[in-house]
Nanobody, 124 residues
Framework: QVQLVESGGGLVQAGGSLRLSCAASGRTFSRYTMAWFRQAPGKERELEAAISWSGDSTYYADSVKGRFTISRDNTKNTVYLQMNNLKPEDTAVYYC?????????????????WGQGTQVTVSS
């Protein structure tokens, strides 16, 4: 079992920045691929960024590429999402998720554990 707790969400103006953190506990963090999904009202939960267990490989959705950066610190069992140049369309609940294994998968159903989510609101 893996427990994930997100933090760092909030209200920010367009063009601003936020850094989300996701602290993991339970099994060996370094054996898990980690990801950030987001879900806007009335929309499906979608993958925005993912990072392999070593940190060598990353994935970004086109909508956030060049603005968001995912990273992890295996010594702290934490994954981060640095979000820059935020836009109103980035407003959503952001979820941290994990899946055992070294390969990044883009399919939501392949992720086994989820955090409770943190709200990000970007005002125009």
């Amino acid at each position: 079992q893996v427990q994930l707790v997100e933090s760092g969400g909030g209200l920010v103006q367009a063009g601003g920045s936020l850094r989300l953190s996701c602290a993991a506990s339970g099994r060996t963090f370094s054996r898990y691929t980690m990801a950030w999904f987001r879900q806007a009202p009335g929309k499906e939960r979608e993958l925005e960024a993912a990072i392999s267990w070593s940190g060598d490989s990353t994935y970004y959705a086109d909508s956030v590429k060049g603005r968001f950066t995912i990273s992890r610190d295996n010594t702290k069992n934490t994954v981060y999402l640095q979000m820059n140049n935020l836009k109103p369309e980035d407003t959503a609940v952001y979820y941290c998720a994990s899946r055992e294994g070294s390969f990044i998968r883009t399919i939501r159903e392949t992720y086994d554990y989820w955090g409770q989510g943190t709200q990000v609101t970007v005002s125009s």
